[in-house]
């Protein structure tokens, strides 16, 4: 699997997140080597919490599988998943997940606490991480830069 090719399109899901002043975080989700869901973060645009890249992406692969269970799957996400995202990535049984940067505030696969490889849970999913970090984190960097100069204006 080409672990870059993925990266750089949940990269453009993030860009598409950046250019509607949303956290510029995206995800995408494989099967067979195929882009099954894609997802960028819509919390602001859309009013809703839930609306995080990693769920929108979820949603759009069990409608492409026609199943809850995304068994044989790789999640590509730009920035480490929050609590919620990390849960939901467990549920959906995702085989592999592949992040670009860590996130020290809320990442759970691994910075704060790892939900995906708690000895409680049934499920197990492969960690791997540092694909695209630096663009990544650059990008959530400018990001976050622009909105503080935002704020003094």
Same mark, same amino acid.
């Given at each position: 699997?080409?672990?870059?090719? %993925?990266?750089?399109?949940? #990269?453009?899901? +993030?860009?598409?997140? #950046?250019?509607?002043?949303?956290?510029?975080?995206?995800?995408?989700?494989?099967?067979?080597?195929?882009?099954?869901?894609?997802?960028?973060?819509?919390?602001?645009?859309?009013?809703?919490?839930?609306?995080?890249?990693?769920?929108?992406?979820?949603?759009?692969?069990?409608?492409?599988?026609?199943?809850?269970?995304?068994?044989?799957?790789?999640?590509?996400?730009?920035?480490?998943?929050?609590?919620?995202?990390?849960?939901?990535?467990?549920?959906?049984?995702?085989?592999?997940?592949? %992040?670009?940067?860590?996130?020290?505030?809320?990442?759970?696969?691994?910075?704060?606490?790892?939900?995906?490889?708690?000895?409680?849970?049934?499920?197990?999913?492969?960690?791997?991480?540092?694909?695209?970090?630096?663009?990544?984190? +650059?990008?959530?960097?400018? %990001?976050?830069?622009?909105?503080?100069?935002?704020?003094?204006?």
């Amino acid at each position: 699997m080409d672990y870059e090719y %993925f990266m750089k399109e949940a #990269y453009k899901e +993030a860009l598409s997140a #950046y250019e509607l002043s949303e956290v510029p975080i995206g995800a995408v989700i494989v099967y067979e080597d195929k882009i099954i869901g894609r997802g960028s973060n819509r919390r602001n645009t859309l009013k809703n919490s839930l609306m995080h890249a990693e769920i929108m992406a979820i949603n759009e692969a069990c409608k492409y599988m026609g199943d809850w269970r995304l068994e044989d799957t790789s999640m590509f996400v730009t920035v480490e998943p929050c609590p919620m995202c990390a849960g939901a990535i467990l549920q959906a049984r995702i085989k592999t997940l592949v %992040f670009g940067t860590r996130n020290k505030k809320a990442g759970s696969c691994g910075s704060l606490i790892n939900i995906l490889d708690h000895d409680g849970y049934n499920h197990k999913t492969e960690i791997i991480e540092g694909i695209m970090q630096e663009e990544c984190k +650059a990008l959530m960097s400018s %990001f976050f830069k622009d909105l503080r100069e935002s704020f003094k204006k």
